[in-house]
């Protein structure tokens, strides 16, 4: 923890605020990658800082952060970035990043890691199916992009303009099929003056009084008078 919060949270993928915090559930996920730390959750956390008498780092709600942060690596200003950056993006949102570029999610900036590996790493933790993109640095630079540097694994921008980064073909867009209407029963053609005679009818006619036309009724029942009035 001590290394993680303190030191190289770049080398998890993880970016501090100007406080030194991180979000909780963002360290779970990293840990949740490391051999041997599958396990932990936010109540190992909250034990660790009820038994240690002196632990080395402290929760604010939903934050995290270590006490001693003189070896934490600041946000600084990137003179000289690699010419090829990474960013992971939800598989849904990629035609739409395509589109109008990145922004930031769930961070004040977009994470461009310089390996795909980590790239890919951070990606997953928001969809299993993330779309890598490769970001060309010096498009950026000339479209007036500034680099951040946040430790040695991560670099940040406030915003990538589309254009300036590659990435697979845009999936296809599913056709929209038609409704056709259901053919219909062609009436049968009436000319003037005419009118048809419904066969059915004729052979099974229905006069007043027929069985079809009225409810058979249940005769009554005659009651038979007591003996004394016989």
């Known amino acids: 923890m001590d290394y993680i919060l303190g030191r190289r949270p770049d080398e998890f993928g993880l970016v ?3 406080d030194g915090f991180i979000k909780i559930k963002e360290l779970l996920k990293a840990l949740s990658e490391e051999e041997g730390l599958t396990y932990v959750r936010r109540g190992h956390l909250d034990e660790v800082l009820i038994t240690l008498p002196d632990p080395s780092f402290e929760i604010v709600a939903n934050a995290i952060r270590a006490k001693n942060r003189q070896y934490l690596p600041a946000h600084a200003y990137a003179a000289d970035p690699p010419k090829l ?6 598989q849904k949102a990629y035609p739409h990043v395509y589109a109008n570029g990145i922004n930031p999610a769930g961070y004040s900036r ?12 951070i990606g997953r933790r928001i969809d299993r199916s993330a779309v890598l993109l490769t970001v060309q640095v010096q ?10 540097k946040a430790g040695e694994a991560l670099f940040l921008a406030d915003f990538i303009p589309p254009g300036c980064f ?19 029963k062609p009436e049968p ?13 004729k052979m099974n006619p229905k006069t007043p009084g027929s069985k079809q036309n009225r409810k058979l009724k249940k005769p009554k029942r005659r009651r038979e008078p ?4 016989r």
């Open 189 to 201: 053609n009436k000319t003037a003056g005419s009118f048809l005679i419904d066969l059915e009818e």
């Open 226 to 229: 007591p003996p004394w009035r």
């Open 110 to 121: 977009v994470i461009l890691p310089s390996n795909h590996s980590l790239a890919q790493r």
């Open 16 to 18: 501090t605020d100007s």
């Open 139 to 148: 498009h950026c630079l000339d479209k007036g992009v500034v680099f951040f």
């Open 85 to 90: 950056l990474y960013h992971s993006v939800r």
């Open 166 to 184: 590659s990435g697979p073909p845009l999936p296809k867009e599913k056709p929209v099929v038609a409704k056709t209407d259901l053919p219909q």
